[in-house]
Every structure is written in structure tokens, then in C-alpha cells.
């Protein structure tokens, strides 16, 4: 892969790109950076490194060497970035649009939009299943699979991958996951979700099972408006409960039921499309609490 030279000097000229306070960025800062007539992002990473930095790298050159084989809506990493001559990073092409986080949560964005973005999230998995079933590519998997993780330009309603640096691609080691955490609801499945062992990496190692339990879960944080993540294993039923009164299909409920036993995980993209207004907006968190009172 090849790599942009600059001094520290013309580094710290760099504007960095301010990140909206519901977007977490725990591995390094964005900079814009113009390279040769095209506007980029600069992604200065925090280690540099040990093992973890190595590992980074790593995964920046697989991807780099699957391209052709890649999604065309993955924002991959076209450089590596080298300042006074150690490497501390690497460019992407520079995305406009808007936080699928923001979008979700934008009470003035009808519904049907919001659910239009989430059904594309479920398409693009079923193309990576394709992806790993008929190339040569057969280990790639999001991993850190979360709405902040995706861009939106509104101009085309189209859908960009960000941050897949922390991917599961080849023989990578796994990174960690906003969803896959150690206190979360796969915690009630440990025979189901792969430990990772390795302690200073992800919780859980990463295929096709976890990409479809951080589906899952998005759509879950959607209709509940919070992070349903971290209920326990009994108010999740409870909710569970909840949304079959409201009248969510019992083919959605399926699908973030099979999240919790020893039952294969699914893509429930063609379900979307049986949500209503009505339902979502009783499946509100501030909702379900007041109807659980009375």
C-alpha cells in the first residue's frame, strides 16, 4: 500500500473534522486533508504501536488487497499516512452526509425514510454472505457493526460503510465492538457467540452470527429509542412481550428473540417493511414505561 509523507509542521495546519457528540471515536482523530486535488480524511490513530498498531496495519493492507472484491459503498482506506517519517495513520475518501445515528433519532425524518436506510443495512449483508460464498474472500464481516458506522448522503439516499478498519477480514485478529461487549444481551449465550481469549482485543470473535446480532440490535435501538443492549435478560422479554401487544410482526420478534437462545441468528431486512407508525412510536421506551405503571 502506498504511503503519504508530511512533517509534523504541515500535520498540525490540519483541520480536524468535528464528530457530533452522539458519534464515539475511542481509536483516533479525523483531520481533512486535500491530496492532490481530492478531499480526504486523515485518521491519526492513538497507538502506533505493539501489537494492536501492528494488527491495524494489518487489516488496512487486507483490505486494500481484497478492494476488487469489497462493496462499492465500503469506505476503505487508500493510504497510509506517515509523519516526519513514522506512520501514525492513513487517508479514506472524504463521505458528505449524515450520521445514520442522527438520522435514527431525527424525529422530523418520516419514518419510512429511516426504515429505508435500515432495510439497506440488511441488503448489504446479503451481499457480503454472497461475497464470502462465491470469491475468494471468504472471512469478512463488519464486526464493529453500528449506526454510527454508517454515513448517509440524503442527496441519494445511498449508504456508506465507514470505519472498517476494525473489520474481521482474513486472518486479522478481532477488534473490539460497540454491541459486542461483555455486558451485553449475548451474555446470555455464551455456547452461541465465540469468546475471543486474546485480552487486549474485541470481547467476541466476529462471522456471519454477530454482524446479524448488531443488525438486530440497531433495529432494536430503534424502535426502543435507547440502548436495549444492556437490559437484562428478563426486562428484554418483558419488551419482547410489549412489542407483540403493540403489534410488531412475529417474524421481526422472531429474528431479536433468536438474538438470546441457541437458534441461528437472522437478517430480518424484509420484515422492516411491516412497521408502522403507530407501533414504533408506541415501542418508545418513555411509551412502554408509562403503559407498564398503569
Same mark, same amino acid.
Given at each position: 500500500?502506498? #504511503?503519504?509523507?508530511?512533517?509534523?509542521?504541515?500535520?498540525?495546519?490540519?483541520?480536524?473534522?468535528?464528530?457530533?457528540?452522539?458519534?464515539?471515536n *475511542?481509536?483516533?482523530?479525523?483531520?481533512?486533508?486535500?491530496?492532490?486535488?481530492?478531499?480526504?480524511?486523515? &485518521?491519526?490513530?492513538?497507538?502506533?504501536?505493539?501489537?494492536?498498531?501492528?494488527?491495524?496495519? $494489518?487489516?488496512?493492507?487486507l483490505?486494500?488487497?481484497y478492494?476488487?472484491?469489497? @462493496?462499492?459503498?465500503?469506505c476503505? @482506506?487508500?493510504?497510509?499516512?506517515?509523519?516526519n517519517? !513514522?506512520?501514525?495513520g492513513? +487517508?479514506?475518501p472524504?463521505k458528505?452526509?449524515? !450520521?445514520?445515528?442522527? %438520522?435514527?433519532?431525527?424525529?422530523n425524518?418520516?419514518?419510512?425514510?429511516?426504515?429505508?436506510?435500515?432495510?439497506?443495512?440488511?441488503?448489504?449483508? +446479503?451481499?457480503?454472505? *454472497?461475497?464470502?460464498?462465491?470469491?475468494?474472500?471468504?472471512?469478512?464481516?463488519?464486526?464493529?457493526?453500528?449506526?454510527?458506522?454508517?454515513?448517509?448522503?440524503? !442527496?441519494?439516499?445511498?449508504?456508506?460503510?465507514?470505519?472498517?478498519d476494525?473489520?474481521?477480514?482474513?486472518?486479522?485478529?478481532?477488534? @473490539?465492538?460497540?454491541f459486542?461487549?461483555?455486558?451485553?444481551?449475548?451474555?446470555? +449465550? @455464551?455456547?452461541?457467540?465465540?469468546?475471543?481469549?486474546?485480552?487486549?482485543?474485541?470481547?467476541?470473535?466476529?462471522?456471519?452470527? *454477530?454482524?446479524?446480532?448488531? $443488525?438486530? %440490535?440497531?433495529?432494536?435501538?430503534?424502535?426502543?429509542?435507547?440502548?436495549?443492549? !444492556?437490559l437484562?435478560?428478563?426486562?428484554?422479554?418483558?419488551?419482547?412481550?410489549?412489542?407483540?401487544?403493540?403489534?410488531?410482526?412475529?417474524?421481526?420478534?422472531?429474528?431479536?428473540?433468536?438474538?438470546?437462545?441457541?437458534?441461528?441468528?437472522?437478517?430480518?431486512?424484509l420484515?422492516?417493511?411491516?412497521?408502522?407508525?403507530?407501533? %414504533?412510536?408506541?415501542?418508545?421506551?418513555n411509551?412502554?414505561?408509562? #403503559? &407498564?405503571?398503569?
Open positions: 500500500m502506498k #504511503v503519504i509523507s508530511i512533517s509534523q509542521k504541515y500535520f498540525q495546519k490540519l483541520e480536524p473534522l468535528v464528530l457530533s457528540r452522539d458519534i464515539c *475511542t481509536e483516533g482523530i479525523l483531520y481533512f486533508f486535500n491530496y492532490r486535488g481530492k478531499q480526504k480524511l486523515l &485518521k491519526k490513530l492513538f497507538l502506533n504501536e505493539g501489537p494492536i498498531f501492528a494488527n491495524k496495519l $494489518y487489516t488496512i493492507e483490505l486494500d488487497n478492494r476488487e472484491y469489497l @462493496p462499492e459503498n465500503f476503505l @482506506p487508500d493510504y497510509l499516512l506517515a509523519i517519517g !513514522s506512520i501514525n492513513f +487517508t479514506i472524504y458528505k452526509g449524515v !450520521s445514520l445515528t442522527i %438520522i435514527l433519532k431525527d424525529q425524518i418520516d419514518f419510512r425514510e429511516q426504515i429505508y436506510y435500515l432495510k439497506r443495512i440488511g441488503e448489504l449483508l +446479503t451481499q457480503l454472505s *454472497t461475497i464470502r460464498k462465491y470469491t475468494q474472500l471468504k472471512d469478512i464481516f463488519i464486526n464493529d457493526l453500528h449506526d454510527g458506522n454508517f454515513i448517509v448522503d440524503l !442527496s441519494n439516499k445511498s449508504i456508506t460503510v465507514i470505519d472498517l476494525s473489520c474481521k477480514i482474513g486472518s486479522n485478529d478481532v477488534f @473490539p465492538s460497540k459486542l461487549a461483555e455486558d451485553s444481551l449475548l451474555k446470555n +449465550t @455464551p455456547q452461541k457467540y465465540l469468546l475471543n481469549f486474546n485480552g487486549r482485543d474485541g470481547h467476541i470473535i466476529a462471522n456471519e452470527q *454477530t454482524d446479524l446480532y448488531c $443488525y438486530n %440490535i440497531m433495529i432494536l435501538n430503534y424502535l426502543y429509542g435507547e440502548n436495549i443492549n !444492556s437484562n435478560i428478563v426486562d428484554f422479554y418483558e419488551y419482547l412481550n410489549y412489542l407483540e401487544y403493540v403489534g410488531i410482526d412475529l417474524r421481526l420478534l422472531h429474528s431479536f428473540e433468536s438474538l438470546v437462545i441457541n437458534r441461528k441468528n437472522e437478517n430480518p431486512e420484515y422492516l417493511e411491516t412497521l408502522t407508525r403507530e407501533n %414504533i412510536f408506541r415501542s418508545k421506551k411509551v412502554y414505561k408509562k #403503559v &407498564k405503571k398503569r
